[in-house]
C-alpha cells in the first residue's frame, strides 16, 4: 500500500496567524487533520475528517494503516518535548514532513522579557520530578513543563529539601489563551500560589543562601567544620579528586565521609552527578550536614549507615570513594566489587601501612589493576623572623580499575 506523507505541524501560540504560508497550504492539501480541539477549533472550514489527538499508540495505529494524506497539529515546536519524538521513533523518516514553531517555552521567555539561550529545559510532565531535580539545582535557569501532580509547588517543596531557595521564579499559565497569565514570586511564594494547571515554571538563580564564593576545588582545610581536624585535608584532597577522574553526571559513593569536604568538591566538578556521602559516626553527622548546607552542595545525599550496610539501597556507583572503612574493608571492597560500573574506578586514602596492604590484597584479589601514590606534604610554619616546614603524616592514593593491562 502507498503512504503518504504525514505532515507534522507546530501549531504555535497565535493561532493560524502563526503559520506559515507553506504549513497553510500542506493542511489544505490533506485529508485528516488531527489535533487537540483547541488546535483544531482554529480550523472551522477545514473540509475532510478531523480525529481529536488523544493517546499516542490509536495515532501511530491509525497512521501505520491509511493511505490518507494526514496533518497532525502539535503544541508549539512539536520536535520539542513534543509528538515529534514519539513519531520519528515509530515511523519511517521519510513520511514525515515537520514544521516548526515558536515552543511554549520560547513565547514564555519573550513574555517575561528574559533570555533563554542559557537555560535548561525539562519536561516533569508525566515523568516525574525526581531526574529533574538534580538537574535544576546545578543550574543557573531552568524552565519547566509541569502536570496537575508534580506542579510548581510539589518542585517548589523538594528544591526547598534541597536547600535550593535562591532562585526568581516565573509561574506562565495559560499561554496564548485569554486566560494567559504570568506571576511572579519567589520559591516558597511557589508553595501557596494558586495558578491554572496548564502552566511552565521558569526558576532563575538569583542568590545561594549562605554561600560565599568558594572555589570548585582546593576550599581551606579551616572553612569545613570538623573533629580534631579529621578530614581530607586540601593538598591530599585536590590529588584525590583528580584519581577519582569525575565526569559531569557520574554517582559517586563517599563511604567514611566524615566531614564531608570528598563530597563537597566531587559535588561541583559533577554538579548533574549523584553523591552519597556514608557515614556511621553519630558525631561526624551533624557536621557532615552543616557543611553540606554551609556550600550548599545540593546533589549529595548524606547516609547514615555503616558500611557495607546501606549501600544496597544506593544506585550503582560509577566512582567509590573509600576514607575510612570502620574496619570493613574487605566487606567493603567485596561489596563494590559487586555493584561498580564497568568502566568504575575505586578511590581509597590510607594513613597506614596496614591499610595499605589490606586495601592492595583486597583489590588485586577481585582482579583489579592497582596504582599507588605517596602524599608527602610540608606546610611553612612560622618561627619568629624564620619560616620552617613542618611535615604532615604521608598519606597512600590507592587508585583500582578492572580492564587491559
Given at each position: 500500500?502507498?503512504?503518504?506523507?504525514?505532515?507534522?505541524?507546530?501549531?504555535?501560540?497565535?493561532?493560524?496567524?502563526?503559520?506559515?504560508?507553506?504549513?497553510?497550504?500542506?493542511?489544505?492539501?490533506?485529508?485528516?487533520?488531527?489535533?487537540?480541539?483547541?488546535?483544531?477549533?482554529?480550523?472551522?472550514?477545514?473540509?475532510?475528517?478531523?480525529?481529536?489527538?488523544?493517546?499516542?499508540?490509536?495515532?501511530?495505529?491509525?497512521?501505520?494503516?491509511?493511505?490518507?494524506?494526514?496533518?497532525?497539529?502539535?503544541?508549539?515546536?512539536?520536535?520539542?518535548?513534543?509528538?515529534?519524538?514519539?513519531?520519528?521513533?515509530?515511523?519511517?523518516?521519510?513520511?514525515?514532513?515537520?514544521?516548526?514553531?515558536?515552543?511554549?517555552?520560547?513565547?514564555?521567555?519573550?513574555?517575561?522579557?528574559?533570555?533563554?539561550?542559557?537555560?535548561?529545559?525539562?519536561?516533569?510532565?508525566?515523568?516525574?520530578?525526581?531526574?529533574?531535580?538534580?538537574?535544576?539545582?546545578?543550574?543557573?535557569?531552568?524552565?519547566?513543563?509541569?502536570?496537575?501532580?508534580?506542579?510548581?509547588?510539589?518542585?517548589?517543596?523538594?528544591?526547598?529539601?534541597?536547600?535550593?531557595?535562591?532562585?526568581?521564579?516565573?509561574?506562565?499559565?495559560?499561554?496564548?489563551?485569554?486566560?494567559?497569565?504570568?506571576?511572579?514570586?519567589?520559591?516558597?511564594?511557589?508553595?501557596?500560589?494558586?495558578?491554572?494547571?496548564?502552566?511552565?515554571?521558569?526558576?532563575?538563580?538569583?542568590?545561594?543562601?549562605?554561600?560565599?564564593?568558594?572555589?570548585?576545588?582546593?576550599?581551606?582545610?579551616?572553612?569545613?567544620?570538623?573533629?580534631?581536624?579529621?578530614?581530607?585535608?586540601?593538598?591530599?584532597?585536590?590529588?584525590?579528586?583528580?584519581?577519582?577522574?569525575?565526569?559531569?553526571?557520574?554517582?559517586?559513593?563517599?563511604?567514611?565521609?566524615?566531614?564531608?569536604?570528598?563530597?563537597?568538591?566531587?559535588?561541583?566538578?559533577?554538579?548533574?552527578?549523584?553523591?552519597?556521602?556514608?557515614?556511621?559516626?553519630?558525631?561526624?553527622?551533624?557536621?557532615?550536614?552543616?557543611?553540606?548546607?554551609?556550600?550548599?552542595?545540593?546533589?549529595?545525599?548524606?547516609?547514615?549507615?555503616?558500611?557495607?550496610?546501606?549501600?544496597?539501597?544506593?544506585?550503582?556507583?560509577?566512582?567509590?570513594?573509600?576514607?575510612?572503612?570502620?574496619?570493613?574493608?574487605?566487606?567493603?571492597?567485596?561489596?563494590?566489587?559487586?555493584?561498580?560500573?564497568?568502566?568504575?574506578?575505586?578511590?581509597?586514602?590510607?594513613?597506614?601501612?596496614?591499610?595499605?596492604?589490606?586495601?592492595?590484597?583486597?583489590?588485586?584479589?577481585?582482579?583489579?589493576?592497582?596504582?599507588?601514590?605517596?602524599?608527602?606534604?610540608?606546610?611553612?610554619?612560622?618561627?619568629?623572623?624564620f619560616k620552617l616546614f613542618e611535615a604532615q603524616d604521608p598519606v597512600y592514593i590507592i587508585?583500582?580499575?578492572?580492564?587491559?593491562?
Open positions: 500500500m502507498s503512504q503518504n506523507t504525514i505532515y507534522l505541524i507546530g501549531a504555535g501560540i497565535a493561532g493560524c496567524e502563526g503559520l506559515s504560508t507553506k504549513a497553510l497550504e500542506a493542511i489544505a492539501s490533506t485529508e485528516v487533520l488531527v489535533g487537540r480541539q483547541r488546535h483544531l477549533d482554529r480550523f472551522p472550514d477545514f473540509p475532510g475528517q478531523k480525529m481529536v489527538l488523544g493517546e499516542l499508540p490509536p495515532l501511530l495505529s491509525f497512521l501505520q494503516s491509511t493511505d490518507k494524506r494526514v496533518a497532525v497539529l502539535a503544541s508549539g515546536d512539536p520536535n520539542f518535548f513534543g509528538t515529534g519524538r514519539f513519531l520519528l521513533r515509530n515511523l519511517p523518516k521519510e513520511r514525515l514532513e515537520i514544521f516548526a514553531n515558536v515552543t511554549s517555552m520560547q513565547y514564555a521567555f519573550a513574555r517575561i522579557k528574559e533570555p533563554w539561550d542559557d537555560a535548561i529545559f525539562l519536561a516533569v510532565k508525566g515523568r516525574g520530578m525526581g531526574p529533574s531535580i538534580d538537574k535544576i539545582v546545578a543550574a543557573e535557569k531552568a524552565c519547566i513543563l509541569t502536570d496537575e501532580v508534580n506542579t510548581p509547588a510539589a518542585l517548589a517543596k523538594e528544591l526547598l529539601a534541597r536547600g535550593a531557595e535562591g532562585y526568581e521564579a516565573w509561574v506562565c499559565e495559560d499561554l496564548g489563551m485569554p486566560t494567559e497569565k504570568f506571576t511572579r514570586t519567589d520559591m516558597k511564594g511557589l508553595l501557596t500560589l494558586v495558578h491554572s494547571e496548564l502552566n511552565i515554571l521558569i526558576l532563575i538563580r538569583t542568590w545561594e543562601p549562605n554561600l560565599a564564593q568558594y572555589p570548585l576545588i582546593g576550599i581551606d582545610d579551616d572553612q569545613f567544620a570538623s573533629l580534631k581536624k579529621l578530614f581530607t585535608h586540601q593538598e591530599v584532597r585536590a590529588v584525590t579528586l583528580a584519581k577519582l577522574k569525575l565526569q559531569n553526571d557520574l554517582v559517586l559513593w563517599d563511604i567514611g565521609a566524615g566531614s564531608g569536604s570528598i563530597s563537597i568538591e566531587a559535588s561541583n566538578l559533577i554538579p548533574n552527578g549523584k553523591l552519597f556521602a556514608i557515614e556511621k559516626n553519630s558525631q561526624y553527622l551533624p557536621l557532615l550536614k552543616q557543611n553540606l548546607d554551609k556550600f550548599c552542595a545540593r546533589n549529595v545525599k548524606p547516609v547514615e549507615a555503616f558500611a557495607p550496610e546501606g549501600l544496597d539501597d544506593l544506585p550503582d556507583p560509577d566512582r567509590v570513594f573509600i576514607g575510612g572503612a570502620g574496619g570493613n574493608l574487605e566487606e567493603i571492597i567485596d561489596q563494590v566489587d559487586r555493584r561498580l560500573k564497568g568502566d568504575g574506578l575505586i578511590v581509597i586514602n590510607a594513613v597506614t601501612l596496614d591499610t595499605l596492604t589490606k586495601s592492595i590484597e583486597a583489590l588485586e584479589y577481585h582482579g583489579y589493576q592497582v596504582e599507588v601514590v605517596c602524599i608527602n606534604v610540608s606546610r611553612t610554619k612560622p618561627l619568629t623572623e587508585t583500582a580499575w578492572k580492564g587491559a593491562e
